[in-house]
């Protein structure tokens, strides 16, 4: 007998009931789930609005198909190579946590994702940090190549790319195994970077970066386990130091991802 399926607003509770004080937790989902949560999240529709503004601001100025293909193939090429740079040298570099005025920002942008890889509402990146961030890459290309036209056919495509790259980052911490091989080929990738040598598999969707700048590796048997892969290098002596990330987080830096125990612990202090 075939299982009834859930309502909308069955899943729609079940989304909800899904959110804990903190966050949405992947750790605890399945790919249905991650459905619901990924479609109705609200980074996610902002982005889907976007997308629509851009397309029809792309035909308001009537390019031609060349000139919203190529920049549309430019963006896809670039765009791995663009995050890879800001991933290595930008969300892991260091001088963002020394200096107070970009401490908040590198917390939020990157480090929190990396104290506890499971929480949704840190894995996707503000807006207001990914949009311009997406313009500046693309819309000179586009402009480049096209006009106007060609620069919103490009931030349309960028911006896509960006809800693709977000979607399969959250498989990337689902508590799902994928079927398909490459998605669980990435999973693994991804997974070593975040539990074992963050140094390195700076990808998400697309690791040749990592093969041509040396920052690629397979599996955990080829380096030593990192002893920052979870604080990114801000310990608790950098943390004394640099004490602004730390100030906003009310807590030193962990080495290691908060279990579930003190993540009640901390609710109930917090609701106290």
């Not at 490009?154 to 960006?162: D, I």
């Not at 040598?197 to 041509?212: F, K, P, Q, S, W």
Request: glycine fraction near 6%; proline fraction near 6%; charge should be positive.
């Amino acid at each position: 007998m075939n299982q009834k399926r859930p309502s909308l607003r069955q899943m729609w509770n079940e989304r909800a009931s899904l959110q804990t004080g903190r966050s949405f937790d992947l750790g605890k989902m399945d790919l249905r789930q991650l459905w619901m949560a990924y479609l109705t999240y609200p980074t996610i529709l902002f982005y889907f609005a976007l997308i629509v503004i851009c397309a029809l601001a792309t035909f308001h100025f009537r390019p031609s198909l060349p000139h919203v293909v190529i920049p549309a193939l430019a963006v896809v090429v670039v765009y791995p190579l663009a995050w890879y740079l800001i991933h290595r040298f930008i969300l892991h570099g260091r001088w963002l946590y020394r200096n107070p005025v970009t401490a908040s920002l590198w917390k939020r942008v990157h480090f929190d994702h990396h104290q506890d890889p499971h929480l949704l509402d840190v894995l996707f990146g503000s807006p207001l940090n990914t949009v311009p961030t997406i313009g500046i890459i693309v819309f000179p290309i586009g402009y480049a190549i096209g006009g106007w036209g060609g620069a919103f056919a490009a931030a349309t495509t960028g911006l896509v790319t960006t809800c693709v790259y977000e979607f399969f980052h959250c498989i990337q911490h689902l508590a799902y195994k994928p079927r398909w091989k490459w998605v669980s080929h990435i999973k693994q990738l991804h997974v070593l970077h975040h539990f074992h040598d963050e140094n390195g598999n700076y990808g998400i969707t697309n690791y040749m970066a990592d093969r041509v700048f040396g920052s690629f590796y397979e599996n955990s048997r080829a380096r030593p386990r990192s002893a920052h892969v979870f604080n990114l290098g801000y310990t608790v002596e950098e943390a004394r130091r640099y004490p602004w990330v730390m100030e906003q987080t009310g807590s030193p830096p962990r080495d290691r991802p908060e279990t579930a125990r003190e993540s009640a612990r901390d609710n109930t202090r917090k609701s106290a």
